[in-house]
């Protein structure tokens, strides 16, 4: 058996395939949790609350796909929003964040890789400058789809690739896609403002991102530009790197360093105060 691994039945509540190996989430996430790599279902152990995730269907997801008509699977990927024990929760709470945690399965849409619908953030109060936002990979492989929006259009896209333990920050003002392009389940968490609503619109506009990724005749993931975007940047591939001053170390969860010290992520909700820094992660 893998280590990290527990042979116990996994639960399947759509009636899907199950009873596979569980995955443990324990070391790169901090909490008591496992994944069932065939279902996407996460297991909440060790006194851990469990959080009813939310479902992104195929059916809500036909209108950012390259091929509305695509088929794929009926369920996508889960959103456990607002995970935690309930004192480090109520720490995050009163910092103003909340901590999540989302599974992508391994699967095509037609010859496009698993994605999530992506989406911009609202300006903070006051401050003209959207939120930001942090990512974490705790399995699998990630790609995030980043593009800052000008006008109409875009003036930048980059790929941020990233593997278990790197932390990615989304700058204020770009939106984001995150993409499963491997073979696994990719489970990912992130740090964010609690309450604000994410704007879906301008991607819906153009159906989806600037960029597609899908199979080429190998099999690979290789991008295509959106021809709804009219004339699109070239797609700048950068690595997720550490950035220990804004809380970003490979070597730490993020719900650890979070619960233990919540105010070093004080610039998710004030990110005015932090300036420049926040946008290093996509600097060429
Ligand atoms: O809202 P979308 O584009 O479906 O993306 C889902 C992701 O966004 C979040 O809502 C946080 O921004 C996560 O819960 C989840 O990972």
């Not at 959080?51 to 008509?69: C, G, H, N, Q, S």
């Not at 593009?147 to 003002?173: E, F, M, N, W, Y």
């Not at 896609?177 to 704007?199: A, H, Q, W, Y």
């Not at 619960?259 to 070093?264: I, L, V």
Request: proline share 11%.
């Amino acid at each position: 058996m893998k280590r990290g691994s527990h042979a116990c039945p996994a639960s399947d509540p759509q009636g899907r395939r199950s009873g596979r190996v569980l995955t443990s989430l324990e070391g790169k996430a901090a909490l008591p949790l496992a994944v069932d790599p065939g279902t996407g279902r996460l297991e909440f152990r060790g006194g851990l609350p469990p959080v009813t995730p939310a479902v992104r269907t195929l059916a809500e997801m036909r209108e950012v796909l390259e091929d509305p008509a695509a088929s794929g699977p009926d369920e996508l990927y889960y959103m456990y929003r607002d995970v935690g024990f309930p004192q480090d929760r109520e720490r995050l709470h009163a910092h103003g964040l909340r901590y999540d945690i989302t599974v992508i399965l391994p699967v095509r849409v037609g010859r496009e890789f698993a994605k999530t619908a992506g989406h911009y953030h609202p300006d903070v109060p006051g401050a003209n400058l959207p939120y930001p936002e942090i990512y974490e990979v705790l399995h699998g492989t990630a790609w995030y789809l980043l593009q800052r929006r000008s006008g109409d259009g875009v003036s930048d896209v980059v790929l941020v690739k990233a593997t278990p333990g790197d932390k990615v920050l989304i700058p204020p003002g770009y939106g984001h896609i995150t993409i499963n392009p491997g073979p696994d389940v990719l489970v990912m968490s992130n740090l964010v403002e609690k309450d604000f609503r994410s704007l879906y619109e301008p991607y819906r506009l153009r159906r989806g991102g600037a960029y597609y990724c899908v199979t080429g005749d190998g099999g690979e993931p290789r991008f295509v530009p959106n021809p709804l975007y009219g004339a699109v940047p070239s797609l700048r591939v950068v690595s997720a790197a550490p950035q220990p001053d804004l809380g970003l170390d490979p070597a730490v969860p993020l719900y650890r360093a979070a619960a233990a010290d919540p105010s070093r992520y004080a610039y998710l909700v004030r990110p005015q105060e932090r300036g420049e820094a926040l946008m290093r992660g996509v600097a060429g």
